[in-house]
């Protein structure tokens, strides 16, 4: 393909894709399967050139930045609340479909190892949240199963390609459990610690430079310089990544400036859109390819087909009978959690009736992690899995294009190599059209709904008010403020900043002042809007609020910081 095809061609393809993204509501489906189905139409067209590009384009290239952005953007209080959860689903799950596929292709395949099997039952094993989570979005689910589904979604890569290289491995030499287990710890925490290690340092980076610019292009490689070397020392590279992004997305919102978190905002958003959407649009462009190549490998196309609906009833079947028991046990401990929060109540009444304790210098953080403890109780007892969320979890088992690039990501010797990347394909393409179409009327006809939006309305209206009080108190209320030399703000200007503060998100109006007051006003209102950050840091952190109702609040702190630019 010359240059001037290649870039022909990848015009198309961002036409089709925003097309096929600002048609998708009106439609009522996922983008993403819209774009399966486009990219099948086009694959069987006379003519199209066949499209195969190599596994490791999406493994190495396209994968990381996808985490990374969905990483950054994960609440991480959420990610810790919905942690056991997230992680049954994302390693469990994915161990036990794996080895339960495994098992079922290993009697089907005379030829096939148990080892190979099982590497193929990883390839299949992690469902893609990308389709669910944005039907889910669109029809207001509730944010604790949008929470999991992503979650779910950003570990269960990392636990797939793990155990199939792991498998990989074992079909060349005997098979040692304990060793196999070694390897998978090994790869687990050191990708931890260098992905996070890698955020940290990215993050400090970042807040020295503040130049939004600059800022985001570096963000733009922090997946990759987690990646690479997490690989070159065999752990996962893809669970580096996404210890990256949580801890940029947790660190960030502190240490960088407001332009540099909206400018990075839209740039990651942008490139998420049409990497994501890119690669489901391929994933059906590769249909007449996978087909010439079974075909001309002298094995029966049908045979995949027939192999690849058995492999998805059985993994529909196992996601069922494990997500069952997660909400039985979720569902039975809601009143233990009341019953945690109501405690949790008292103590806190006691602790702040308590001079004593309150004079101690340990007083305030252990009345803090009190708080952080009321709040997790209160969580679980508000936001439990009900028999519905359950069924919208069990259902959401779509794969995507990760599985396809991990299936022809197989050894070229792998036996019966071409049929099981075709199987892999029947099976992302049944989940992803079959689930994927048919779980918005799941979620009709359960009649699940979301936050209630006034409910929402009046929580973001008492987290305002919370943080422009604590903002008052700290810095307008303080006898003891004082200018960065020493003196007194004039009271003219103090009087401005508290009518300011109280309408912090509403664009700013009438004229400019004298120089020495646009002096004071600047650097009073700075004060103001670190302290509200300070305070808005704080629920965040004691979890005392929505996830949803701390990211608007966010925003209106951050719109009110770019508009000011004086009284």
Do not use: C
């Not at 990256?244 to 905002?265: K, M, P």
């Not at 799941?442 to 929402?456: C, K, Y």
């Amino acid at each position: 393909m010359g240059l001037e095809q290649f870039e022909l061609v990848a015009v198309l393809a961002v036409v089709i894709i925003l097309t096929a993204s600002y048609f998708s509501s009106r439609f009522g489906v996922a983008t993403p399967i819209i774009l399966v189905i486009v990219g099948l139409a086009v694959s069987v067209i006379p003519g199209m050139p066949a499209v195969a590009p190599e596994p490791e384009l999406i493994l190495a290239a396209v994968l990381p930045p996808l985490l990374y952005s969905a990483a950054v953007n994960m609440p991480v209080m959420d990610f810790r609340r919905d942690l056991k959860t997230i992680g049954a689903l994302s390693v469990v799950l994915v161990l036990v479909s794996a080895f339960g596929i495994g098992t079922l292709l290993w009697s089907i395949f005379p030829n096939l190892s148990f080892a190979a099997a099982v590497a193929v039952g990883a390839v299949v094993s992690p469902p893609d949240a990308v389709a669910a989570t944005a039907i889910g979005k669109r029809l207001g689910l509730p944010p604790r199963l949008l929470t999991i589904l992503e979650g779910e979604g950003l570990v269960n890569d990392a636990t797939a390609l793990v155990l199939m290289r792991t498998a990989v491995a074992a079909t060349a030499g005997s098979f040692s459990f304990w060793h196999a287990a070694g390897d998978f710890f090994y790869a687990v925490v050191v990708a931890i610690v260098i992905g996070a290690a890698v955020g940290v340092i990215a993050v400090r980076i970042r807040s020295k430079i503040d130049q939004p610019v600059l800022t985001t292009a570096i963000s733009f490689v922090v997946p990759f310089v987690a990646f690479l070397p997490t690989e070159l020392a065999d752990a996962s590279g893809v669970l580096a990544v996404v210890a990256a992004g949580l801890v940029t997305g947790a660190s960030g919102v502190r240490r960088l400036s407001v332009a540099d978190r909206n400018a990075e905002r839209t740039n990651w958003l942008t490139a998420q859109l049409l990497l994501e959407n890119g690669v489901f649009l391929l994933m059906g462009l590769q249909l007449r390819t996978l087909v010439t190549d079974v075909s001309e490998g002298g094995l029966s196309v049908w045979h995949a087909v027939w192999v690849g609906l058995a492999v998805t009833v059985l993994l529909g079947l196992i996601r069922v009978g494990f997500v069952v028991p997660v909400v039985f046990t979720a569902r039975r401990r809601r009143p233990d959690y009341e019953e945690q929060a109501r405690r949790f109540d008292e103590a806190l009444d006691r602790v702040s009736s308590d001079e004593r304790f309150q004079q101690h210098p340990r007083g305030a953080r252990f009345e803090r992690w009190l708080e952080r403890r009321r709040a997790d109780a209160r969580f679980y007892a508000g936001n439990g899995l009900g028999w519905r969320g359950g069924a919208v979890l069990a259902w959401s088992g779509m794969r995507g294009v990760v599985t396809l690039a991990a299936a022809q990501s197989l050894p070229t010797d792998f036996p019966y190599r071409t049929q099981l990347v075709l199987v892999a394909f029947v099976v992302a393409l049944v989940t992803l059209v079959g689930q994927g179409g048919t779980l918005p009327l799941l979620i009709r006809v359960l009649g699940i709904r979301g936050t209630d939006e006034e409910q929402a309305r009046r929580e973001l209206a008492l987290l305002l008010v919370e943080v422009n009080e604590a903002a008052a108190g700290q810095v307008l209320d303080n006898p003891d403020l004082r200018r960065r030399g020493g003196e007194r703000f004039d009271p003219a200007v103090l009087e401005k900043a508290r009518q300011v503060q109280a309408r912090i998100a509403e664009p700013r109006r009438g004229a400019g002042a004298e120089d020495p007051v646009r002096a004071q006003y600047a650097e009073l209102m700075q004060l103001i809007l670190d302290a509200q950050q300070d305070a808005l840091d704080e629920a965040r952190s004691t979890g005392s609020y929505d996830s949803n109702t701390v990211k608007r609040a966010q925003r209106q702190l951050d719109q009110g910081s770019v508009r000011f630019t004086g009284p």
